[in-house]
């Protein structure tokens, strides 16, 4: 019974009965999903929506760039970061794929730049030191144009000067690059007002272009007037005026740099624009040189050395600088077989004029003084400048004595007449004392010089025996006459002091020659009081 169930038992079971399924099991089924599904998606739009702009900067090397880790900054606040690094197809630069911000969309414009920041020495400064510890980051300027851009090329250094600072760019035009860098100074009045930015090789490699950045407020003082040199080192110079000595600071002595003066002239000079062009000179001198609008040139020939005369010297009038030397060729003379020395000279007659006190003639008026003038004797000559260099220059002067000349007009440029300068002089005046004494009678004179000399010799020979003589033969007697004299002395000194007796006699005779004079003074008062005392003799005198 226990183990079997009969039908009546089995009956008795209820009959089971299906649920119908509810529709709404389904919803709960895929609302989780779902929910997960609208948050995920939210979220992707939101980040859709705040993603910022990807961009590629291609650099020559990824030198300190690591995908991931190198961050992009703007005034070193995070702005971005590298998230890839790929070598270019040219295989000659690499392409770094960067995030940024959502904000730095608006800056993305074709002249911004971009550059790896790393510890870099340039013109002076060290810069980007803090790399070393952090790594290296990219930093960049914004620009200034409105045409957006995604793709960029960095930059090899970090630029000079950003887009936001204030101040004006000029370009400088120069033979060489001498000392400058990128990051030179530059100085106006020996104050650092700016620096070099860039340089470049002009085309056809004539020379070089720098492009320098003035600060502001000092690049109002950039005129139109205004010259610029090259300051670098120490500008050391020798010339006939003698030695110069410039520098404008210890830091253009080391890494170079550039300074500008503006001439002092009449009247305020116009103001220049950006990116105005101006001339590199070499040195102040140079720069500050007027330049004369005006000039005349002339030939010189001489024909004595022109050592020590370079192109750019001097040429004066009485100490009035009025020219300058431009070259100096040689020329060969056919009729004489000897080679001259030109010397092309270029004359400023404005400089005379605006110094003259009365009305000099010009162009071809001034033919006519010119001749008049040399027919007065003026003439060039080289002269020494200096003794200690042996520069020479180029003097005007008169010289009465000078043979008769003119000024050959015909000739291109017209031929100026010279007279030898006074060191030829000198030369020609000691040649003719050489050329004397080569014509006295040395021979003659110096035989009888000799004779003169043997003459002497036997002279001074009998001297000296006579000498030897005199020494033993009468310095002996000498020296017993000497001895007597002595003694003679001291016995004329024991003679003579106060208390010998010799002095005592001497003055008692004289005491008694005082008396007998005493009374014969007064016979002689008595007689001539009383003459007729011869004949009668003294009379008693009465009571």
């Not at 998606?41 to 990824?62: E, R, S």
């Not at 998230?83 to 392409?95: F, K, Q, S």
């Not at 002091?497 to 004079?517: G, M, T």
């Amino acid at each position: 019974m226990n183990e079997t169930l009969d039908d009546q038992d089995i009956s008795a079971i209820p009959e089971a009965v299906a649920e119908p399924k509810k529709r709404h099991s389904i919803l709960l089924v895929w609302l989780i999903p779902l929910i997960a599904a609208l948050v995920g998606g939210t979220l992707a739009i939101k980040t859709y929506l705040q993603k910022g702009p990807t961009i590629t900067i291609a650099f020559k090397t990824g030198e300190g760039l690591e995908a991931g880790k190198t961050k992009i900054k703007f005034r070193d606040v995070e702005v971005g970061v590298v998230t890839d690094i790929a070598i270019a197809r040219e295989l000659n630069h690499v392409i770094a794929t960067a995030e940024l911000k959502k904000g730095v969309t608006p800056y993305l414009v074709e002249d911004t730049r971009f550059w790896v920041v790393r510890p870099q020495i340039t013109g002076g400064s060290v810069t980007g030191l803090g790399t070393l510890m952090s790594g290296a980051y990219i930093n960049f300027d914004i620009g200034t144009s409105k045409q957006p851009q995604r793709d960029f090329k960095g930059l090899d250094t970090q630029p000079a000067i950003t887009t936001d600072l204030p101040g004006t760019r000029f370009m400088l035009h120069a033979a060489d690059l001498g000392s400058l860098d990128i990051g030179s100074p530059l100085y106006f009045r020996r104050i650092q007002v700016g620096q070099v930015i860039s340089y470049d090789l002009d085309k056809g490699g004539t020379g070089v272009t720098f492009t320098v950045f003035v600060n502001a407020p000092y690049d109002t003082y950039v005129k139109a007037n205004t010259r610029f040199w090259n300051a670098s080192g120490i500008d050391l110079s020798i010339d006939a005026g003698g030695m110069k000595l410039d520098t404008q600071s210890l830091v253009s002595i080391l890494v170079g740099g550039i300074a500008f003066q503006t001439l002092n002239q009449e009247g305020e000079a116009p103001p220049t624009g950006p990116n105005s062009a101006f001339t590199l000179f070499a040195n102040r001198e140079e720069a500050m040189k007027n330049r004369d609008s005006i000039s005349q040139s002339y030939v010189l020939v001489f024909k004595e050395s022109v050592r020590g005369l370079i192109p750019g010297a001097q040429v004066d009038f009485r100490g009035l600088a009025i020219g300058e030397v431009s070259g100096i060729r040689v020329e060969y003379d056919s009729h004489s077989r000897q080679i001259n020395m030109l010397v092309d000279i270029r004359l400023f007659p404005e400089r005379l004029r605006s110094r003259s006190s009365g009305k000099i003639p010009r162009a071809k008026e001034s033919h006519e003084m010119i001749n008049g003038m040399v027919a007065g004797g003026l003439r060039a000559q080289l002269k020494s400048g200096n003794m200690l260099t042996g520069q020479l220059f180029v003097a005007l002067d008169y010289f009465p004595n000078a043979p008769k000349a003119a000024v050959v007009w015909s000739t291109n440029p017209p031929q100026f007449p010279t007279t030898p300068g006074s060191l030829m002089e000198l030369q020609a005046a000691l040649d003719k004392i050489f050329h004397k004494i080569d014509q006295l009678p040395l021979g003659e004179v110096l035989v009888e010089v000799r004779q003169a000399v043997q003459s002497l010799d036997t002279t001074l020979k009998s001297t000296d025996t006579m000498v030897k003589k005199v020494d033993a033969e009468i310095v002996p007697e000498v020296k017993a006459v000497l001895e007597d004299a002595r003694k003679t002395l001291g016995a004329a000194k024991q003679t003579l002091s106060a208390d010998a007796p010799l002095q005592s006699d001497l003055r008692e005779a004289l005491r008694e020659l005082a008396k007998a004079a005493q009374s014969l003074r007064a016979l002689t008062d008595y007689l001539e009081r009383n003459p007729e005392t011869l004949i009668r003799g003294k009379q008693e005198e009465k009571p």
